[in-house]
């Protein structure tokens, strides 16, 4: 897949159709799934033709970083304080 050439907004647009509904034998898939799943290389052709959905991209992935630390702390918080409370 990595040799497609999506050289121009209408051949990424086309391909990315495509991954939406790859036809009757196959299981589509909604935008939100494909934005969770589209590899790398197939993203940085998006960055070429359209520069802001690639910002919201990255700063979705930020966020959910962000987000996971957040859960991380938490957790441990959580369980320090359970520890400290069990063992009163």
């Not at 991954?19 to 940085?44: F, I």
């Not at 033709?49 to 992935?61: D, S, T």
């Not at 966020?63 to 991380?72: D, L, T, V, Y």
Request: proline content about 5%; charged content about 35%.
């Amino acid at each position: 897949m990595k040799d497609l050439d999506l050289d121009t907004v209408g051949e990424v647009r086309d391909f990315l159709r495509l991954c939406l509904n790859p036809g009757p034998r196959r299981a589509g898939r909604t935008v939100a799934q494909l934005a969770k799943v589209m590899p790398d290389w197939l993203a940085e052709r998006l960055t070429d033709h359209a520069p802001r959905v690639a910002e919201l991209r990255e700063a979705a992935a930020r966020a959910e970083a962000e987000a996971a630390r957040a859960r991380e702390a938490y957790a441990d918080a959580l369980g320090a304080w359970i520890s400290e409370e069990t063992t009163r």
